[in-house]
């Protein structure tokens, strides 16, 4: 493992105890040197997430899988035959909205249980993120409130989640699950598989593992929360690998600002000079999604302009 450190995983229980201060300095060491970090006992409740895997795997196999598997002959057949597929992703998703405006009623082959379970957890998961992000403020010396204010433009926060499965590939040599890429918006929350691994993330130059974990909820800094905190906290690159066995579930729900929300450093964190841009968040993505598997870097810097260069306006969608 990278840098000879162990993964960042806080007991979230110890935050009511005389522990609170060695958890939060283990939460603000991952913001600052990781950009991951792993929760256990974070609130959300083991029945509610196990019905959750439940009903997402069968989901996969009653009305994604076969689907899939076309994609998957297809993919290996070009690769086979010399193709380059490296900018392909060997997963199978879809999207739920939950903020400004929902989705769930809509999306096709999904029957009311999975709804009603999915509803359930998305308002943990949103609980839950907004809880971190306080924590991330008391951390950052910034009031309560102020990440999320933050984030809140005229219509509240833009809030999704993306439900995936990363099918077993038996060619893992020639295409990744997900390329590498840092996550566009604030903090992302995520729900993965406790016994396929895959996900890992770029540290010191070396590709780390997000370990799997039973009921555990793994946080991730977004781009957003890098330009907000004046670079103190990093966004980092990460991937999901293939595997030739195993089918990894991964339910990734991003806590991101409202379309028209104004990204900029706290002036709290700026010392002299501002080291990243004020922008609007749908300017950001409309670049994002077209540069996502490219270095951060060149995205802010093109927000420094007075217009983001060959930005074409798209709704912003929680795909980061």
């Not at 958890?23 to 256990?40: H, K, S, T, V």
């Not at 974990?213 to 890098?226: F, K, W, Y």
Request: charged share 30%; net charge negative.
């Amino acid at each position: 493992m990278a840098s000879g450190a162990s993964f960042p995983v806080i007991n979230m229980e110890k935050l009511e105890t005389e522990e609170r201060g060695a958890a939060m300095e283990i939460i603000r060491d991952a913001c600052e040197n990781w950009g991951f970090f792993e929760m256990l006992n974070h609130g959300i409740s083991h029945e509610l997430m196990d019905e959750v895997e439940r009903v997402t795997k069968a989901h996969y196999a009653n009305c994604r899988e076969e689907k899939f598997k076309e994609f998957a002959r297809r993919t290996l057949e070009a690769g086979e035959k010399g193709a380059d597929v490296k900018d392909v992703d060997w997963e199978s998703t879809f999207f739920v909205r939950h903020r400004p405006v929902p989705n769930l009623a809509d999306l096709p082959d999904v029957d009311d249980h999975y709804r009603q379970v999915m509803k359930k957890f998305a308002s943990e998961i949103e609980n839950l993120s907004e809880r971190v992000l306080d924590l991330l403020c008391e951390n950052l010396g910034l009031e309560k409130g102020y990440l999320k204010k933050a984030f809140a433009g005229s219509n509240g926060p833009t809030f999704g989640t993306k439900v995936s499965s990363y099918p077993p590939c038996p060619r893992p040599d020639l295409v990744d699950g997900l390329r590498a890429h840092t996550d566009a918006g604030g903090i992302i929350l995520l729900f993965q598989d406790d016994q396929v691994s895959g996900l890992q993330l770029l540290k010191d130059g070396e590709w780390v593992d997000v370990p799997p974990m039973r009921h555990a909820i793994v946080a991730n800094i977004g781009d957003q929360l890098e330009v907000i905190t004046n670079g103190r906290y990093k966004s980092v690159m990460h991937r999901v690998l293939t595997r030739p066995d195993g089918n990894r579930m991964s339910i990734a729900s991003f806590y991101n600002p409202g379309a028209d929300a104004v990204i900029f450093p706290a002036p709290a964190l700026v010392a002299a000079d501002a080291a990243y841009p004020r922008f609007v968040f749908e300017d950001y993505m409309n670049l994002y999604v077209r540069h996502k598997f490219e270095a951060k870097e060149p995205r802010f810097e093109a927000m420094m302009k007075p217009a983001a260069e060959e930005v074409v306006h798209a709704a912003p969608i929680a795909t980061a």
